[in-house]
């Protein structure tokens, strides 16, 4: 019984504020990273990609989000960009600065 009551109790105080980091590709990387500061008040990082078949250059947009911010994030893409590809995953640690604009 105290073994299960710990667990639940690590995940409503842990598991809520897990980090998870977004990996957004996308034509419109101005638009979307431009969209998620101003909803999420989220920073992000800028790379550069190019498609293997579609031989164009893309954005690659970079962030780091808590597990609550997932279906805010999710539905903020699929409004400004239906072709980007977007990839969710842990995140196990953070070291440096980890900005949210309030």
């Known amino acids: 019984m105290y073994f299960i009551t710990s667990k639940v109790i690590d995940f409503v105080e842990l598991d809520w504020d897990e980090t998870k980091s977004v990996m957004i590709i996308t034509d419109q990387g101005r638009v979307v990273a431009d969209a998620i500061y101003q909803n999420l008040g989220r920073t992000v990082t800028f790379m ?3 498609g293997f078949v579609s031989n164009s250059e893309k ?9 609550a911010e997932i ?8 409004s ?19 900005i949210k604009h309030n």
């Open 48 to 50: 550069k990609g190019e």
């Open 80 to 98: 400004l960009d239906l072709d980007a590809f977007t990839t969710i995953s842990d995140v196990s640690e953070i070291i440096g600065n980890h």
């Open 71 to 78: 279906y805010e994030m999710r539905k903020l893409i699929q």
């Open 59 to 67: 954005d690659i947009i970079y962030c780091v989000i808590t597990r």
